[in-house]
């Protein structure tokens, strides 16, 4: 009953007035994020991070504020996926496939209520996880030493790169980015400057909020010049939303087992949520067979990317949490966010600070049904804000950045920093180099370099104590397989083309 | 193909860079086994050999912009790096209107709407950072009020 009591700890802290505001704000900016083309949770999240640090809320504030943001842009990215065929992001391109042609069927109302509810059950099960695991992992983290560490900083960095990208080559050049970046600065051991150039700006090294914008926010609009805006006008019509119980009681058993499916990828560190809603929708492809229709409008092939993609976000937050390593794009962004508010995630975390970590557990239950509350009945209100021309949006977006940016430190540099991260990312995912790992990179560059250097002190130099504990091994291998296998599961686990009008 | 062998030529030599700087380190005469240097250099090394796999064995092309866009692109970095500049002398206001007139127009070329948009979210973003959220930001030139 432990956990009970954790809980109403939480709940305590979580459920006083003005976070309780903040949440609801939270969940209404959040779904609308995510539904907008062209932000999704992750750049979302990033932008609101510098404002919400010069707004000068306190931690607890912080925390629930953004991952009420997180949550909903997680239910919002479904709203254009269905509408519009464009997925917000990446997990959400799963959902296109069949809300797309659902909606075209004239049911737009329908997938969208349906895929909020499949929503609503995978976080909400995704949390339960999280309650149940994340403890029992935090004692497991204890036995991690410096060596441990070090091999599942390298765990995260090859499975994040063998489901990212096409190209290992790639994948691992984009981490070498990232922790290349994240080694300018002074050195914290020895105190003295590296990889500066001499320039005084370097010295305090890169700040990850300045790439992260850059990168996800900033390339964005350089996507939409190249593209004049076009493809983001509604195709389809809504018309009355009504709650569509018959599919909902059809699809129980596919948003339980997808839920399932997608809490187990979501913990993987490096996997997300992408490689969720993918093996959700495919498994219940598969069990559905050839007369089960998926790809042409069914209320299955809604329901379980939705709930698969949602429960792996919550599961992501299990590593992110207990280990300080991330599991998808947004959770290395909201790890950005617990950095910046000076909380180090680890399994010290839940002893230390325990009403930040049941805080959090609890707004994000809140989180939860407050979203799903806002996206039946209001479905319709964020529908409209879909309308909103991407010549206004963009420009907005660019100056939002621009602005939390300089809060942080107001000087040019780092916006000239921004600029330049933006250019780098349009060149980047042109190439189809993915920019998670410059990401991921970037934000543990430097602890996974104490790792080593810790783990060389106690072993004075003898490499083999890299491989000295059975974890360690057992997170090398998984390391190594992590890397290797996509190269030749690739036949098998092709991702279907979106569907084209 | 030439896109990835592109590439990969500069980043290894954008590598190699980074390995013959990361010689130069100082170090302490309180010094780890590791040391300061080894890490940027494994990392040095590790993006040296992934070039040479892009180089080997490239992608197919991306579709790459015309030089119409390109010229687009470019005009926006540009005004994105003078915004950068003038945000400190000039205040929020007048480079806002600017710099989101000329993205917006870059993005959808109609001359009104762009204006407008500029001149809206320059105003409109304005009265969101300083009074809703309080953050403070300065809106004007020195001396105007």
């Given at each position: 009953?432990e956990?009970?009591?954790?809980?109403?700890?939480?709940?305590?802290?979580?459920?006083?007035?003005?976070?309780?505001?903040?949440?609801?704000?939270?969940?209404?900016?959040g779904?609308?994020i995510?539904?907008?083309?062209?932000?999704?949770?992750?750049?979302?999240?990033?932008?609101?991070?510098?404002?919400t640090?010069?707004?000068?809320?306190?931690?607890?504030?912080?925390?629930v504020?953004?991952?009420?943001?997180y949550?909903?842009?997680?239910y919002?990215?479904?709203?254009?996926?269905?509408?519009?065929?464009?997925?917000?992001?990446?997990?959400?391109l799963?959902?296109?496939?069949?809300?797309?042609?659902?909606?075209?069927?004239?049911?737009?109302?329908?997938?969208?209520?349906l895929s909020g509810?499949?929503?609503?059950?995978?976080?909400?099960?995704?949390?339960?996880?999280?309650?149940?695991?994340a403890?029992?992992?935090?004692?497991?983290?204890?036995?991690?030493?410096?060596?441990?560490?070090?091999?599942?900083?390298?765990?995260a960095?090859?499975?994040l790169?063998?489901?990212?990208?096409?190209?290992?080559?790639?994948?691992?050049?984009?981490?070498?980015?990232?922790?290349?970046?994240?080694?300018?600065?002074?050195d914290?051991?020895?105190g003295?400057?590296?990889?500066?150039?001499?320039?005084?700006h370097?010295?305090?090294?890169?700040?990850?909020?300045?790439?992260i914008?850059?990168?996800?926010a900033?390339?964005?609009?350089?996507?939409?010049?190249?593209?004049?805006?076009?493809?983001?006008s509604?195709?389809?019509?809504?018309?009355?939303?009504?709650?569509?119980?018959?599919?909902?009681m059809?699809?129980k058993?596919?948003?339980?087992?997808?839920?399932?499916?997608?809490?187990?990828?979501?913990?993987?560190?490096?996997a997300g949520?992408?490689?969720g809603?993918?093996?959700?929708?495919?498994?219940?492809?598969?069990?559905a067979?050839?007369?089960?229709?998926?790809?042409?409008?069914?209320?299955k092939?809604?329901?379980a990317?939705?709930?698969?993609?949602?429960?792996?976000?919550?599961?992501?937050?299990?590593?992110?949490?207990?280990?300080?390593?991330?599991g998808?794009?947004t959770?290395a962004?909201?790890?950005?966010l617990?950095?910046t508010?000076?909380?180090?995630?680890g399994?010290t975390?839940?002893?230390?600070?325990?009403?930040?970590?049941?805080?959090?557990?609890?707004?994000?239950?809140?989180?939860?049904v407050?979203?799903?509350?806002?996206?039946?009945?209001?479905?319709?209100?964020?529908?409209?804000?879909?309308m909103?021309?991407?010549?206004?949006?963009?420009?907005?977006?660019t100056?939002?950045?621009?602005?939390?940016?300089?809060?942080?430190?107001?000087?040019?540099?780092?916006l000239?920093?921004?600029?330049?991260?933006?250019?780098?990312?349009?060149?980047?995912?042109?190439?189809?180099i993915?920019?998670?790992?410059v990401?991921?990179g970037?934000?543990?560059?430097?602890?996974?370099?104490d790792?080593?250097?810790r783990?060389?002190?106690?072993?004075?130099?003898?490499?083999?104590f890299?491989?000295?504990?059975p974890?360690?091994?057992?997170?090398?291998?998984a390391?190594?397989?992590g890397?290797?296998a996509?190269?030749?599961?690739?036949g098998?686990l092709?991702?279907?083309?979106?569907?084209?009008? | 193909?030439?896109?990835?062998?592109?590439?990969?030529?500069?980043?290894?030599?954008?590598?190699?860079g980074?390995?013959?700087?990361?010689?130069?380190?100082?170090?302490?005469?309180?010094?780890?086994?590791?040391g300061?240097?080894?890490?940027?250099?494994?990392?040095?090394?590790?993006?040296?050999?992934?070039?040479?796999?892009?180089?080997?064995?490239p992608?197919?092309?991306?579709?790459?912009?015309?030089?119409r866009?390109?010229?687009?692109?470019?005009?926006?970095?540009?005004?994105?790096?003078?915004?950068?500049y003038?945000?400190?002398?000039?205040?929020?206001?007048?480079?806002?209107?600017?710099?989101?007139?000329?993205?917006?127009?870059?993005?959808?070329?109609?001359?009104?709407?762009?204006?407008?948009?500029?001149?809206?979210?320059?105003?409109?973003?304005?009265?969101?950072?300083k009074?809703?959220?309080?953050l403070s930001?300065v809106?004007?030139?020195?001396?105007w009020?």
């Amino acid at each position: 009953m432990e956990m009970l009591a954790n809980l109403s700890l939480g709940f305590s802290v979580a459920l006083s007035p003005f976070t309780l505001a903040l949440a609801v704000a939270g969940c209404f900016l959040g779904t609308i994020i995510g539904a907008l083309p062209g932000l999704g949770p992750s750049n979302g999240v990033a932008i609101l991070i510098p404002l919400t640090f010069t707004m000068g809320l306190d931690a607890t504030s912080a925390l629930v504020l953004m991952t009420a943001v997180y949550y909903g842009a997680m239910y919002g990215g479904r709203i254009s996926s269905i509408l519009l065929n464009i997925p917000g992001d990446e997990p959400a391109l799963m959902t296109t496939l069949d809300g797309y042609p659902m909606a075209k069927q004239g049911r737009a109302g329908d997938a969208l209520v349906l895929s909020g509810v499949a929503s609503f059950v995978g976080a909400f099960l995704a949390t339960i996880g999280l309650m149940l695991l994340a403890p029992m992992l935090a004692r497991v983290a204890y036995l991690f030493g410096p060596a441990e560490y070090f091999a599942l900083y390298l765990l995260a960095f090859c499975t994040l790169g063998g489901m990212a990208s096409n190209n290992q080559a790639k994948a691992a050049l984009a981490s070498c980015i990232g922790l290349g970046i994240a080694m300018i600065g002074v050195d914290s051991s020895s105190g003295l400057p590296r990889l500066t150039g001499g320039n005084l700006h370097l010295y305090d090294g890169i700040d990850f909020l300045v790439a992260i914008v850059g990168l996800f926010a900033i390339a964005e609009v350089f996507f939409f010049i190249e593209s004049h805006g076009k493809g983001s006008s509604i195709g389809v019509k809504l018309d009355k939303v009504r709650i569509p119980w018959k599919d909902i009681m059809a699809t129980k058993w596919t948003m339980l087992r997808a839920s399932f499916v997608g809490f187990i990828a979501g913990i993987l560190p490096g996997a997300g949520a992408s490689l969720g809603s993918f093996l959700a929708y495919m498994s219940e492809k598969s069990i559905a067979g050839e007369k089960g229709g998926f790809g042409t409008g069914v209320a299955k092939g809604v329901a379980a990317p939705e709930a698969g993609n949602n429960s792996a976000a919550g599961g992501a937050l299990v590593p992110m949490l207990t280990l300080g390593v991330p599991g998808s794009g947004t959770t290395a962004v909201l790890l950005a966010l617990l950095m910046t508010l000076n909380i180090t995630p680890g399994p010290t975390l839940f002893t230390e600070r325990p009403e930040v970590v049941w805080g959090l557990i609890a707004s994000l239950l809140i989180a939860n049904v407050v979203l799903l509350l806002m996206n039946v009945p209001m479905v319709k209100i964020f529908v409209k804000i879909l309308m909103v021309p991407a010549w206004v949006l963009l420009p907005g977006v660019t100056m939002i950045s621009f602005v939390g940016i300089y809060s942080l430190s107001g000087s040019y540099f780092d916006l000239l920093l921004m600029v330049g991260f933006g250019v780098l990312g349009y060149i980047l995912r042109k190439l189809e180099i993915p920019t998670v790992p410059v990401i991921l990179g970037i934000l543990l560059g430097g602890n996974m370099e104490d790792a080593l250097r810790r783990a060389m002190v106690l072993s004075d130099g003898d490499a083999m104590f890299l491989f000295s504990t059975p974890i360690a091994i057992g997170l090398w291998i998984a390391a190594i397989a992590g890397f290797v296998a996509p190269m030749f599961l690739r036949g098998v686990l092709k991702k279907p083309q979106a569907v084209t009008d | 193909m030439a896109s990835d062998r592109i590439f990969g030529l500069v980043t290894l030599f954008v590598a190699l860079g980074y390995i013959a700087s990361a010689t130069q380190i100082q170090t302490s005469f309180l010094t780890d086994p590791v040391g300061p240097k080894a890490f940027p250099m494994l990392i040095g090394a590790v993006a040296a050999l992934c070039s040479l796999v892009m180089i080997v064995k490239p992608d197919p092309d991306p579709d790459w912009p015309m030089l119409r866009t390109w010229g687009a692109l470019a005009i926006a970095v540009i005004v994105l790096i003078i915004y950068a500049y003038a945000l400190k002398p000039l205040g929020f206001v007048i480079p806002t209107v600017f710099a989101a007139g000329i993205l917006s127009y870059q993005i959808s070329p109609r001359m009104v709407p762009a204006a407008l948009s500029g001149a809206g979210l320059s105003i409109g973003l304005f009265l969101l950072f300083k009074y809703a959220l309080g953050l403070s930001l300065v809106g004007f030139p020195k001396g105007w009020f």
